[in-house]
């Protein structure tokens, strides 16, 4: 059974999903099923990855993380999404992009998640 949001990777051919309507059923890709990313607050290496949120007067913007994060081709953040009140935007970002994105949203709101995905280190959230 899945639930809203959760994004899933298959371990063999990369696809990684989210989902958008919860179900009852297994999600597959090549045959297995495929595995629910865990969603990490707390860094713990040099390097930085849970988002810091910056509130302006027009709208978020979003850093990875407390120190940039590398921006390289074989390493770098694919993309940053927020999501407020149920408002979802997404940027998907390429090596050599600074990793911030500034989202403009209205205020006021009453609840807002962060979340990013590193190429090689997973699936981050605001603490
Ligand atoms: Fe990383």
Known sequence: M???N?????????????VVHAGIGELVCCGQPMS???????????EKHVPVIEETDSGFKVKVG????????????????????????????????EPEVFF???????????????NIHGLWKSS
């Open 2 to 4: 899945t639930e809203l």
């Open 6 to 18: 959760q994004i899933y990777r298959c371990k063999i051919c990369e696809n990684i999903i989210e």
């Open 36 to 46: 629910l990313l865990n969603e990490f607050n707390e860094d713990s290496g040099a």
């Open 66 to 97: 407390s120190i940039p994060h590398p921006m390289e081709d074989d390493h770098y953040i694919e993309w940053i999404e927020i999501n407020v009140d149920g408002l979802v935007c997404r940027r998907f970002l390429n090596s050599g992009d």
């Open 104 to 118: 403009e949203i209205d205020s006021p709101y009453e609840s807002i998640n962060v979340r990013e995905y590193c």
